[in-house]
């Protein structure tokens, strides 16, 4: 499993994060406090406090270049 900080601060940000998750096998979670969603899932996401970052759990130990896709999402 892989772990990233992430943030989705606009509408659009949502909408190309779940284009880019949904190309991949592997299950992708966000979690936001106690609240876990599937990445796959735009209205889950929406039901997450985007306003800060979130969680990102890769369920792959190769996720190949799923994580290039989603860098500029990646808070550092």
Do not use: C, Q, W
């Amino acid at each position: 499993m892989v772990n990233y900080k992430i943030s989705l601060a606009a509408i659009n940000d949502v909408k190309e994060f779940v284009n880019m998750v949904m190309k991949y096998d592997f299950d992708v979670d966000l979690v936001s406090g106690r609240y876990a969603v599937d990445a796959k899932s735009i209205m889950g996401i929406f039901s997450l406090d985007l306003s800060k970052p979130i969680e990102l759990k890769i369920h792959t130990d190769e996720p190949g270049n799923f994580t290039k896709e989603i860098e500029k999402y990646i808070v550092k």
